[in-house]
């Protein structure tokens, strides 16, 4: 036991839960990644506690404030203004006969015993109302040298829940911690088990793993068991480019460009999943020189699938799809700009210039002087911007009721104003109603 009355901030509204609860006569304790949150100073997205109440107990200490959220294994939900704390009796685990659940559960009234069946370390550390620290496994010394450890031993972890495999590379990539060695061999040995996992359990993981300071550097050093879950990359991993512009293979070159770009689930997937058609795409010239025509295409198929089978949602998917097949299309004039401003739109046209530009850090330094090419193309787009020209239906001059009082009807009208909208783009015909409405004469 360790006092730190310092550093572990506990908001009223948990408390109050833990005041509750003791006064009643029963133990409770914040547990697991709050705790671990606070000693970080980080601010926890969730506060849980572990009690010695049984559900029941728990229930008739809160009354309406308690919600029956998993009563089977001893949760209940106490819901204040201020937030939700998830309450669970202490218990132990029985058997995980799905790589992912316990069978059944059994209520203990040892914290210790509790404490015993989390997975890592810095998530098996509890904390009570004065702040005193519970540390069976030395999860506090972990959390101060960085370091991710199983609790026990590391091949049953892992294969009591798979889904810890992934966590675990999340965590190293989010907290920017090492993996204990003998942790890191289990979880790559273990790495099959990730097929019983649900697909949309796996993404969430992913999403948050890529989003992570050291997503390139995890994934660097544990390919074998993110590929696991995402096959998908390791025909990338060695893949020798040979190519002037590449001084690394395909899987290394991704892991740069992932780290040159905004930690945003958009960006980071898009960035995956850009290059990967180009093992299938790659062809050698006489000289021996490698190229990769049409990758983009490709990368965006291979994409769609691995979205379609982890259940992105539909426009994520197509924002993502969109941006991996245009990643490597080169813009020159105003009137390129006011294409892709009319294709994406002007966020999504940013987001594809990020890429572009983080492709380019991913590749020898001597041909990233791309990014001045790419400075002048964001430049033409904030004057285009800024001189408010059209590149959008919504901003033509006329509208489909001005075409409807000139006699069109039917799919006519539309194919009409995107005909208008073209000339509009391309410079070769004003955006001006009288000059719009002209032109529509002309055409019947």
Not at 90 to 98: E, H, L, N, V
Not at 185 to 205: H, V
Not at 421 to 440: E, H, K, M, S
Request: glycine share 8%; proline share 5%; aromatic share 6%.
């Amino acid at each position: 036991m360790q006092e730190n009355r310092k550093e572990l901030t506990i908001p009223a509204y948990v408390q109050e839960t833990l005041q509750a609860l003791e006064k009643a006569g029963h133990q409770a304790y914040c547990v697991g990644g709050c705790v671990r949150d606070s000693l970080l100073g980080r601010v926890p997205e969730d506060w849980d506690v572990t009690t010695s109440a049984l559900p029941e107990e728990t229930m008739a200490v809160f009354g309406e404030k308690a919600v029956p959220t998993g009563l089977k294994h001893g949760t209940v939900t106490v819901c204040w203004p201020e937030g939700k704390v998830e309450t669970t009796t202490f218990r132990r685990d029985g058997a995980y006969t799905d790589h992912r659940h316990p069978a059944q559960v059994t209520f203990t009234a040892s914290l210790t015993e509790d404490l015993t069946r989390r997975d890592f370390t810095v998530n098996a550390m509890a904390a009570d109302l004065r702040g005193t620290l519970y540390d069976p496994f030395g999860g506090r010394a972990d959390l101060e040298t960085g370091i991710l450890r199983c609790v026990g031993q590391p091949e049953r972890r892992f294969s009591e829940d798979a889904l810890r495999i992934l966590r675990c590379l999340r965590f190293a990539s989010v907290l920017g911690f090492a993996i204990e060695p003998a942790t890191g061999a289990a979880l790559t040995d273990c790495r099959e088990l990730l097929r019983d996992i649900a697909p949309e359990r796996i993404c969430e993981e992913l999403t948050k793993l890529l989003c992570g300071p050291d997503a390139a550097a995890v994934l660097r050093q544990y390919p074998e068991a993110a590929g696991a879950a995402l096959p998908e990359i390791l025909p990338m991993v060695g893949f020798d480019q040979r190519n002037p512009h590449h001084c690394y293979d395909v899987w290394e070159h991704t892991l740069h460009a992932l780290d040159a770009i905004r930690p945003e689930p958009l960006l980071r997937w898009a960035m995956l999943f850009h290059d990967m058609g180009k093992p299938e795409c790659f062809a050698l010239d006489r000289r021996g020189v490698g190229h990769f025509m049409g990758h983009g295409v490709v990368s965006r198929r291979i994409a769609d699938g691995v979205m379609n089978r982890l259940r992105f949602g539909h426009a994520a998917k197509e924002r993502i799809g969109e941006l991996v097949e245009w990643h490597d299309h080169r813009v020159e004039t105003e009137k390129g700009v006011r294409r892709m401003l009319n294709h994406f739109g002007e966020t999504d046209f940013r987001n594809l210039l990020a890429i572009q530009r983080a492709d380019n850090m991913g590749q020898a330094e001597e041909f990233r002087y791309r990014q001045k090419d790419i400075d002048r193309v964001e430049s033409m787009l904030n004057r285009e911007l800024e001189k408010g020209n059209c590149f959008s239906l919504k901003q033509l001059a006329v509208n489909g009721n001005d075409l409807l009082a000139l006699g069109l009807s039917g799919p006519e009208v539309g194919q009409t104003l995107q005909n208008l909208l073209n000339q509009v783009i391309d410079g070769t015909l004003p955006n001006r109603r009288d000059a719009l409405l002209a032109a529509v004469q002309k055409m019947q």
